[in-house]
């Protein structure tokens, strides 16, 4: 009989147990939780922010891309983001910037809006595809094919320069082709995080034979639709700082119109080199990430 209350006291703290793992398990996801939207917003977050808009809204509009390659790595150098909330952060910044960017290239009739929205129905597409073989195909054999599709493409911008007279036309043949490239657009998206105006502008030139000012205004039409949809997806998961995307999108509008103006004074000789240093910019960064990601293994 003396031995039945020792029983029932070990049968209890079996019992406790479980619940104390269980307990300290919620508190670590609920800090975890809780650690994400626990930022300062201090007068240096507000100012970094706008900075970074600045910057970003000029090089989006000269160049017609998203400027998420300027927003993701001074997020993350200056406010200390990880990877996941700067990209997601970076996309939505993009739809107001990118929407200055279509009515500044609009203004000078420099937007094939249906090709644009081909590019994007297929861009959607493809950034699904992306994500999905994302865990499937090595990011280093990608990240360095990346970079080779990048020199060659700066190379070719010293060998083909446009005519600003040139008009993308649409056609049977053009829509699938547009389709095609869209398609290839959202997969590399999904799968290295690039903008898709560093692949849409130059094969707008090369491929279907356009000028520099509609392939840069197409591909800023092209970007709106694609970022709306990855935007949504990442408020879901949480993966977005609002707070930071409104004022960077806010300061980048200020901007970018400004960036779209320089464009059209340019000659497109002189637009070519300095789309070729930006280009040389990117697969710079693309092969330092590489090189870092083979030295960690």
Known sequence: ?????????????????????????????????AATPARRRDIRFVLACIGVGLAAGLLSGLFGVGGGTVIVPM???LLRFDQRLAAGTSLAAIVPTASVGVVSYAVHGSVAWIPALILAAGAVVGAQIGSWLLARIPQNTL?????????????MLFIVVPSRDAALELTVASGIGLAVLGLFTGVMAGLLGVGGGVIVVPALIFLFGTSDLIAKGTSLLMM????????????????????????????ACTTTA???????????????ILFACFLTF?????????IRARRAR
């Open 1 to 33: 009989m003396a031995s039945l209350p020792l029983a029932v006291r070990a049968g209890r703290r079996r019992r406790r147990r479980p619940c104390r793992r269980g307990r300290h398990r919620d508190r670590r996801v609920s800090a975890a939780a």
């Open 258 to 272: 400004l960036g779209a103006w320089i464009a059209t004074l340019l000659s497109p000789l002189v637009a070519n």
């Open 75 to 77: 997020l993350v150098l």
């Open 224 to 251: 709106i639709p694609t970022a709306i949809s990855g935007t949504v997806g990442n408020v879901k998961r949480r993966n977005v700082d609002l707070v930071a995307a409104a004022l960077v999108g806010v300061a």
């Open 143 to 155: 990240r360095w094919g990346f970079v080779g599709f990048l020199v060659i493409v700066i190379v």
């Open 282 to 290: 990117i697969a710079a960064q693309m092969a330092v990430r590489a």
